[in-house]
């Protein structure tokens, strides 16, 4: 029974690492992070909080903005975060510590207009990073460390 226990324990632990993000939800109904736990190094994003205001939801966030201070922490795109806003259409990730990008990272966001991915330490592109992104108006890699898109 005891060692039921402790397995219960370490297994629930497990089952929740990931990332927490707390937000801002401004008046254009964007999502400001103003705090992110990433303490375990998992990239997939398990829980949004933050006040919506009356009648508004996740699903009305049209832009999901983090800077700097906010995601220093964070090594690698967050994933599901389509889940908590599945209308996004603009990413704005600046100042992250991310190196690589996976080439089907925004294929979750079908609606994507715009992706500001500036002043973070990506080397490399992935060619097929905007595949299928029939309606994405302006990409901003601007202060990064490109060498060259494969």
């Known amino acids: 029974m005891k060692f039921f226990l ?5 297994f629930a632990s497990k089952a929740a690492n990931g990332i927490e993000i707390n937000c801002y939800f401004s008046s254009d109904y964007d999502c400001e992070v103003i705090s992110i736990d990433t303490s375990d190094g998992s990239p997939e994003v398990l829980a949004v909080s ?3 205001d009356s009648g508004k939801s996740n699903e009305d966030v049209k832009r999901f903005f983090m800077y700097r201070s906010d995601c220093q922490n964070l090594n690698s795109f967050p994933s599901n975060l389509s889940f908590f806003f599945p209308n996004l259409e603009k990413l704005n990730l600046r100042g992250c510590n991310i190196t690589t ?50």
């Open 6 to 10: 402790i397995f219960l324990i370490v």
């Open 50 to 52: 933050g006040n919506h």
């Open 101 to 150: 990008l996976n080439g089907d990272v925004l294929q979750e966001f079908p609606g994507l207009l715009e992706f500001d991915f500036e002043d973070t330490f990506l080397k490399h592109v992935p060619g097929n990073l905007f595949d299928n992104l029939l309606s994405l108006e302006r990409i901003s890699f601007e202060d990064n460390q490109v060498k060259f898109i494969f």
